[in-house]
Each structure stands twice: as C-alpha cells, then as structure tokens.
C-alpha cells in the first residue's frame, strides 16, 4: 500500500494544479496515483470520492455569492446523475487497459476545450424556446466587474440534457468532475454566461459525484487508508490553488496547464496501448 | 439578511421570487460548505488519533460489499475494540462527505415544495433524490 508520506503531497499537487488549470483534482489525480502504482480503478474510485469534496466546497461559496442557477443545476442533475451511476458500472466491469486509453482521449478533449474556452464571448439572451421557458431555466446575477445585474435566458434544454447525461457517463465511468465538459455544454448549447455556467457546473459535479462514488464504494474499490490523504491533500491543494489564482490568472499558468495536461493524456493513452 | 454592498441594486429591484431564491442559495451554500468541513473535520481527527495510538497513519482495511449504512453500522460495531476506534471517525468522515451532496438534494425538496410551491422542481428533485437514495441503498 502506498504510504501517506508519498499520497498527501501528491495529492496537494493534483488539487493545486487542478485549481489553477480551471478543473478538478481529478485529471491530474488519477495518473499520478496510477503511476504511484495504484490500481486504475482504486484510483477512479477514490478520485471521484475526493471530487465531492473539492466541488462542494467550491460550490458552497458561489451559490452564497449568487453566481449559481439553482434551477438549471437541478434540472441537468437528472440527467448527470443516471449517466455517472451507468458509467460507474462501466468501468467496474471493464478491463483496465481500455480505461486508461478513454482517460487519455478524455484529457486531450479537455485539453481542445480549455484551448477553445479562450475564444468564446458570451452574448445577451435572444429568444428563448418554449421548453427551456417552461423549465424556468433563466435568472440574474450580481456582476462585480460590470456593476450591475446580469439577466439571462437558458436555451435548448431538450439538447443540453441528453448531452449532460453523456458528461454523466464520462464523470462516473473516469472517475473525474467532467467540468470542461459540463461547461461546454452550457456554454454552447444553453448559452449560459460564463460566470454561470462554471459555477453550476461546480454544484451539478458533486451529486454527479457522489452517483458513481456509491456504486464504488459498493464494489469495494474505496480503501479509506487511501482515501483519506487523498481528500485531505486535494482539498488543501484546491483551496491554496483557486486563492493563488486570484493573483496569478495569466496566460502563462494556462499554457503550463495545458502542457501538463497533454503530457497526461499522451502518456495514460500510451500505457493503455501498451496494456499497461 | 446582511447583503453586501455589491448586491444593493439586486436587492433593489429583486421581486419577491428572487429574494426567496437568494434566501435558498444561502441555505445550500451553507449545507455544503459545513458537510464538507464537518468531514475533513472527522479525516483529520481519525488521523491524528491513529497516529498517537499506534505511531503510524496505515489504515488497511477494504470496504467490499457494502453501501453507506451497512459501513456505518458495521464499523460502530467494530469501534467497541479500543484499537479500531481512529478509523470509524474516518469511516464517518467518508459517510458525512457523501451524504452532503445528498442532504443538500433533499433540502431542496423540501424547499420548493414548502416555500416555493414550485411542483415542477418538487418533482425533479424528488427524482434525483429517488436516484441518489437508490444508489446509496445498492445491495
């Protein structure tokens, strides 16, 4: 068994860097104790644990900040929620070397979507379809940058939906938050603003979570020994990440990011080629 | 409520339907953030407890074949032995840390079928609470 000595700051590192990239622990989690030599599906299982806790205690300070849509988090979860149980099953019933090479084409997605993320502008609401209407799926914001009141209307519901039930099947069956992809979805199918739609992405991920968490847990794929520097060490990494954030968010922590991230991919691909 | 300076012009034109979502975004931030920290809480406790007990921070043992409740009610049963005891609180801490998202969840039933009388989102999140019951119940 891996030894807290070795798990705690490597874990502190993964929340760290996950915090600064924009997303969870989790991409970086997993590979890294993978490489500790940690088997791939203890490592999904304990990622999607600690991910619980990184994305609930983000969570909870922009919904008091009334960033969060309470009401487009509430209805997506429906979807998340089935998607990560089924996923989760996947996964148990799977071999590993698939595992790492769908972890790695997952990661280089990521990766195009945070390169991507850059470009995109969000504009004000056009009209809204009868659907998305009849969910209530609109709101408003209190934007410190602009000093006012950002209003907002929601759209294809009925396409961001089964879309979400997708990023569900990818957060359960990986054992991630699946952020990029939840962002991705409201960004460019809802047309959510981009305050929104990271913050709801935040709230959606921890029941997402705690979906497939329950069937590992049942698996016995969740040693506490493990887990338990890992959530300690994601949290205190995640936390010290987002505050340095405030200070840095410069184009050069990004680019770093994304080298990380694709260094990650290649490798989880190529051990998955390999059949580990 | 104490509104921050930045939230006075919300606070101006917000209708009363607005003020009871803020009032609902108040109560879910606050279930996660003390879920999450009443857990930690417990992690750390476990911790440090086993490392004065026995001088080390292994904890090996596997939870195969249980869901939440039958790990919860297992591992009270097991802390009657002195030794065992540091690792229930992190068998506790794990259990608080999963039933936050959960106790969140049904929070929000409650309030929109209290204080909202919003039927529409009664439902939906009753179902996501059925599912995540579902799943924490898996035998």
Same mark, same amino acid.
């Given at each position: 068994m891996v030894s807290f000595a070795l798990l705690f700051p490597i874990s502190i590192l993964a929340g760290f860097v996950g915090a600064i990239g924009g997303m969870g622990g989790g991409v970086i989690l997993i590979p890294a104790l993978t490489l500790l030599g940690v088997d791939i599906k203890h490592a999904i299982a304990i990622s999607i644990l600690?991910?619980? +806790?990184?994305?609930?205690?983000? +969570?909870? +300070?922009?919904?008091r900040d009334?960033?969060?849509n309470l009401k487009v988090g509430m209805f997506l979860e429906m979807f998340t929620i089935v998607g990560a149980l089924a996923g989760a099953r996947i996964t148990i019933a799977s071999s590993s070397a698939p595992l790492y090479i769908i972890f790695g084409l997952v990661l280089l997605g990521s990766w195009i979507a945070l390169f991507a993320a850059g470009h995109y502008s969000w504009r004000e609401p056009q009209k809204q379809d009868a659907v998305s209407q009849w969910l209530e799926l609109e709101g408003s914001y209190p934007d410190q940058v602009l000093g006012k009141t950002v209003h907002y209307k929601a759209r294809r519901a009925y396409f961001g939906a089964p879309l979400m039930f997708g990023a569900g099947i990818i957060a359960g069956l990986l054992g991630i938050g699946a952020g990029a992809v939840k962002v991705l979805i409201h960004d460019l199918v809802m047309g959510l603003p981009p305050k929104v739609s990271t913050t709801t992405s935040n709230l959606i991920i921890g029941v997402t979570a705690l979906a497939g968490t329950s069937v590992y847990l049942y698996a016995g794929l969740i040693k506490p020994g493990l887990a338990a520097p890992v959530i300690l060490g994601v949290?205190?990494? +995640?936390?010290?990440?987002t505050r340095l954030l405030v200070r840095l968010s410069n184009q050069a922590v990004r680019r770093v990011f994304l080298f990380i991230l694709l260094i990650l991919a290649a490798e989880m691909i190529f051990r998955g080629l390999r059949g580990v | 409520m104490n509104v921050p300076p930045s939230h006075h012009l919300v606070s101006r034109t917000a209708s009363k339907a607005e003020a009871r979502q803020f009032e609902m975004d108040v109560l879910v931030g606050h279930i996660l953030l003390y879920g999450v920290?009443?857990?930690?809480?417990?992690?750390?406790?476990g911790l440090i407890w086993r490392w004065f007990n026995a001088g080390n921070l292994r904890f090996d043992y596997e939870l195969s074949g249980m869901n939440l409740f039958q790990l919860v009610a297992a591992e009270m049963k097991q802390a009657l032995h002195a030794e065992l005891r540091p690792r229930?609180?992190?068998?506790?801490?794990?259990?608080?840390?999963?039933?936050?998202p959960?106790?969140?969840?049904l929070a929000s039933v409650f309030y929109f079928l209290i204080f909202q009388k919003n039927w529409k989102y009664a439902l939906f999140t009753s179902l996501v609470l059925i599912v995540l019951t579902y799943s924490l119940f898996l035998r």
């Open positions: 600690s991910v619980i +806790a990184t994305s609930s205690g983000s +969570a909870s +300070a922009y919904v009334h960033l969060t949290v205190i990494g +995640a936390f010290l990440g | 920290m009443l857990s930690l809480l417990l992690i750390c406790s229930l609180l992190l068998s506790l801490g794990i259990a608080v840390l999963m039933l936050t959960f106790i969140r969840v």
